[in-house]
């Protein structure tokens, strides 16, 4: 390890990586094990980022660039001027998506979400996370939702109500396990609120809710009570 001029440069090497840096304007670092190498220039405002056959650099989070390949193995490049603009292009045509915010467009597994589709938000948009489906209406005030064993719908700060019954699920072992059902429903959000979740598992669990008057949480594991939330609370 080397450290000089104080705050001004720093120089550390260990057996698989290497950093050093003239804080704050640049900095380096590299890991040979995982095949990582990142510089930052002016941090956050410019950074380059790559790890093994995958890049991206990105001007303070809002112009971006990236590439490298998907778990499919499709070279895939990404374009982002947020939050105007997405793109991504691939050689597998079924993973490209244009997105000019708030007018038009489709992304992929951006936003913690596998599929996004709008048109004129927050009037109308589509989202899809796993097997759940919600179609938003002037965001965030009205939406239908469904998915396996699940529908919903609301109209916030309204009304709303969402069912899930009980469902199962293989995983790669052929181990089947149990996906509990819920009941959620609010009126006039949070003056009433309802939810049962965990039904048909063995910890189902009860909250009833009128914020900021009281709370409770009843189940086989926790009990807590809460009156003029967030003073007076016990379990």
């Known amino acids: 390890d080397l450290e000089a001029a104080g705050p001004l440069y720093y120089s550390q090497q260990t057996e698989t990586q290497t950093t050093w840096a003239l804080p704050p304007f640049f900095s380096c670092a590299k890991d040979l094990a995982v095949e990582s190498h990142e510089e930052d220039f002016l941090y956050p405002l410019l950074t380059e980022v790559r790890y093994g056959r995958e890049w991206r650099w990105q001007l303070f989070q809002l112009i971006s660039f990236s590439g490298g390949k998907q778990p499919d193995d499709a070279k895939t490049k990404r374009t982002t001027f947020f939050p105007f603009y997405f793109q991504q292009r691939s050689p ?21 979400r596998d599929d996004i589709f709008f048109i004129l938000f927050p009037f109308y948009s589509e989202t899809r996370k796993r097997d759940v489906v919600t179609d938003n209406y002037l965001f965030p005030i009205g939406h239908v939702r469904h998915g396996d064993g699940l529908e919903g719908w609301q109209v916030w700060p309204f009304v709303g109500r969402e069912h899930k019954v ?9 181990d089947v396990s149990v996906i509990g059902g819920h009941d959620k429903s609010f009126y006039l959000w ?10 048909g598992t063995t910890n189902p669990a009860t909250f009833r809710a009128s ?22 609370s016990w379990i």
Do not use: K, M
């Open 92 to 112: 597998e045509t079924n993973l490209n998506y244009t997105a000019v915010f708030p007018f038009y467009g489709h992304l992929q597994n951006r936003f913690s």
């Open 190 to 199: 949070p003056l009433c609120v309802l939810q049962d979740t965990g039904l």
């Open 166 to 174: 009980v469902t199962t699920q293989t995983n790669g072992f052929g």
């Open 211 to 232: 914020i900021p008057f009281y709370a409770t949480t009843r189940s086989a594991q926790r009990d807590s009570t809460t009156v003029l939330w967030p003073i007076f």
